[in-house]
T-cell receptor, first 115, second 110 residues
Framework: EAGVTQFPSHSVIEKGQTVTLRCDPI?????LYWYRRVMGKEIKFLLH????????ESGMPNNRFLAERTGGTYSTLKVQPAELEDSGVYFC?????????????FGPGTRLTVL | GQNIDQPTEMTATEGAIVQINCTYQ??????LFWYQQHAGEAPTFLSY????GLEEKGRFSSFLSRSKGYSYLLLKELQMKDSASYLC???????????FGGGTRLMVKP
C-alpha cells in the first residue's frame, strides 16, 4: 500500500511569489491534515479535511494560506504571497477514521524556503 | 492552552535501554502518540496510549498516566538505526488534531 506522498519535496521561492504544495493521502483515507514545522519549533497543526469539507482550519496562520481538497482525494495548500516566515517543512497526514481509533500517517513533507 | 514537554537530546549505547519522557498539559486530552522521525523523512507512527498503562510493541513500549499528564517511550536493545528524533503528540477531542512536542533527538553510540 502506497503511503502519503507530497510534491514537491523542496521548493525555493522569493518573497511575494506564490507556491502550491500537493498532498496525496493514502487511498481510502477520508481524513487529511496539514501541519508545518518552522525552524526550531515543534510541528503545528494547520487544518483538517474530512473528504472535501474543511473540518477544522483553526491552525491556518492567516489568509495568505488557502487549502483545497476538491473531490475529496488529493489536497493542495497554496501560499500567496509567500513571506519569509513561511519557510519551514509542510507535512501532510491522512487517517481512515478519526483518531485515536485510527492513526495519522505522515508524508515526508515539503521543505519550503522563502528568500 | 496546549503544552507538551520532552527532552531535546539524549544519548545512549547500542544494546542498552533508553526511556524518553513526555509531559503534557492539554484540554480535552484523549490520547498520546509517539512517532519516530529520521532526518528528512516522514514521521513514522510507533504507538499510542488512550488508557493508563503500558503498551508493548516488540522493542518499543509506551506508558501513559493521565492523572499525572505523563508518558514515556521505552526503547530496548538499542540499535544504531534507532538514532532519530522521537515525537510525543497529544490528541485532544477539541479538534481532530495532534499537538506535538519539540521532539527528542536520540543518538545511539557503539
Amino acid at each position: 500500500e502506497a503511503g502519503v506522498t507530497q510534491f514537491p519535496s523542496h521548493s525555493v521561492i522569493e518573497k511575494g511569489q506564490t507556491v502550491t504544495l500537493r498532498c496525496d493521502p493514502i487511498s481510502g483515507h477520508d481524513n487529511l491534515y496539514w501541519y508545518r514545522r518552522v525552524m526550531g519549533k515543534e510541528i503545528k497543526f494547520l487544518l483538517h479535511f474530512v473528504k472535501e469539507s474543511k473540518q477544522d482550519e483553526s491552525g491556518m496562520p492567516n489568509n495568505r494560506f488557502l487549502a483545497e481538497r476538491t473531490g475529496g482525494t488529493y489536497s493542495t495548500l497554496k501560499v500567496q504571497p509567500a513571506e519569509l516566515e513561511d519557510s519551514g517543512v509542510y507535512f501532510c497526514a491522512s487517517s481512515e477514521r478519526t483518531p485515536p481509533l485510527d492513526t495519522q500517517y505522515f508524508g515526508p513533507g515539503t521543505r519550503l524556503t522563502v528568500l | 492552552g496546549q503544552n507538551i514537554d520532552q527532552p531535546t537530546e539524549m544519548t545512549a549505547t547500542e544494546g542498552a535501554i533508553v526511556q524518553i519522557n513526555c509531559t503534557y498539559q492539554t484540554s480535552g486530552f484523549n490520547g498520546l502518540f509517539w512517532y519516530q522521525q529520521h532526518a528528512g523523512e516522514a514521521p513514522t507512527f510507533l504507538s499510542y496510549n488512550v488508557l493508563d498503562g503500558l503498551e508493548e510493541k516488540g522493542r518499543f513500549s509506551s506508558f501513559l498516566s493521565r492523572s499525572k499528564g505523563y508518558s514515556y517511550l521505552l526503547l530496548k536493545e538499542l540499535q544504531m538505526k534507532d538514532s532519530a528524533s522521537y515525537l510525543c503528540a497529544a490528541f485532544h477531542n477539541a479538534g481532530n488534531m495532534l499537538t506535538f512536542g519539540g521532539g527528542t533527538r536520540l543518538m545511539v553510540k557503539p
